[in-house]
């Protein structure tokens, strides 16, 4: 069964503490692999898509990064406003190029 | 740009209405569009692909004549919730995207519809 799996579930930060966040998945057939950020109450906003193993990408604070098995979500020296849920998606379904969601990780960058 | 809007943004309805929420994309043409629903504390989840002029394909599980999904132009689709029940009351939201084949979805601000 096709299944994407973040962790973890919450991560507390003090601003300026660096750390990963993992998304795991095995997915027949990937396509791709994408990074959103979701504020509550609100739709998720696109950050990277992710296509081959090896392959990186950054923007300000983060940095997604993929392998055969895993993505990760970098964030370097967060400050507050980086708090909010990140989520991962697999990319599959032929021409159609649907998405299976993780769960994903709840951040929280304290002052 | 990949502007995706929706409307309303919140909706209260009593039992046994429908609701319509449309999904715009304001600044490109959206060959396919999806729509998903999230409960609190939980991820997305997939109900429904549509591709403009055709009939939109289901997930499992997703009852296609309680949720009528409509993808009249390559901007814009909509979402009938029929004869609402309070176990309907979920975050609708959408995400559009182009034809290219590494299209990124882009999505929509969600939906709270909230069935009394």
């Known amino acids: 069964e096709d299944q994407v799996t973040q962790s973890p579930e919450a991560l507390r930060l003090q601003e300026g503490e660096s750390s990963s966040l993992n998304c795991s998945y095995t997915v027949s057939g990937l396509r791709g692999l994408f990074w959103y950020r979701q504020d509550p109450g609100k739709g998720p906003e696109f950050l990277f898509t992710l296509y081959s193993a090896g392959e990186e990408k950054e923007k300000e604070r983060l940095k997604a990064t993929l392998t055969k098995k895993e993505s990760f979500l970098h964030i370097t020296a967060p400050k507050p406003e980086d708090s909010a849920t990140y989520l991962c998606a697999a990319v599959y379904g032929g021409a159609t190029n649907k998405l299976i969601f993780g769960t994903g990780t709840l951040l929280a960058v304290q002052p | 740009g990949a502007v995706v809007s929706q409307h309303p943004s919140w909706v209260i309805c009593k039992s046994g209405t429908s609701v319509k929420i449309e999904c715009r994309s304001l600044?490109?043409?959206?060959?396919?569009m999806f729509w998903y629903r999230q409960f609190p504390k939980q991820s997305l989840m997939l109900m429904a692909t549509?591709?403009?002029?055709?009939?939109?394909?289901?997930e499992q599980g997703v009852e296609k004549d309680k949720f009528l999904i409509n993808h009249a132009s390559l901007t814009l689709s909509t979402l009938t919730v029929t004869s609402a029940h309070p176990e309907d009351s979920s975050f609708y939201i959408c995400?559009?995207?182009?034809?290219?084949?590494?299209?990124?979805?882009?999505f929509g601000p969600g939906t709270r519809l909230t069935v009394t």
């Open positions: 549509s591709n403009e002029g055709s009939k939109a394909t289901y």
């Open positions: 995400s559009a995207r182009d034809g290219h084949p590494r299209g990124e979805q882009y």
């Open positions: 600044d490109f043409q959206a060959t396919t």
